[in-house]
């Protein structure tokens, strides 16, 4: 049976340095939840990510995303996929000691459902994404 991890918004993911990739028209979504023009957006809250070869969310000097407003996100309704789906479509080893996601057994058909509403992701049954897989 898959285990759907389920979010409390503890914001711990949010404090973790790296790249968060963007994808076409999050940008574009995000500025425009922020009543922002697209250039002053990408501008003031991206940089080139690691690899060259995209924009990646900037970071405040502590490593934590530069949306991160105490305990509650600037972005949440419009933000990037790859926050949507973390640790269920992603996460590294030991991101549960931290994250304080609840693990839910939930049938095959039940977790592609949850995936595809929370991340948007469309998954084969049976919970076969990188979070099964390690590192």
């Known amino acids: 049976m898959p285990i759907y991890w389920e979010c409390d918004r503890c914001t711990a993911c949010c404090r973790w340095p790296g790249d968060v990739r963007m994808e076409a028209g999050e940008a574009e979504r995000m ?4 009543g922002l023009e697209l250039d002053e957006f990408i501008r003031r809250f991206t940089r080139l990510n ?9 970071e405040k000097p502590d490593g934590s995303c530069v949306f ?5 996100c600037r972005v949440q309704p419009v933000k990037p996929r790859q926050c949507r789906g973390f640790p ?26 949850r995936i595809e509403r929370d991340s948007g992701v469309n998954q084969p049954a049976g919970g076969d994404s990188c979070a099964d897989r390690p590192g």
């Open 31 to 34: 500025a425009a939840h922020l």
């Open 68 to 72: 991160l407003d105490g305990d509650d």
């Open 88 to 113: 269920n479509l992603w996460n590294f080893p030991g991101f549960d000691q931290v994250c304080r996601a609840k693990p839910r057994d939930v049938s095959a058909d039940e977790w592609r459902r």
């Open 50 to 58: 690691r690899q060259r070869s995209g924009l990646s969310l900037d």
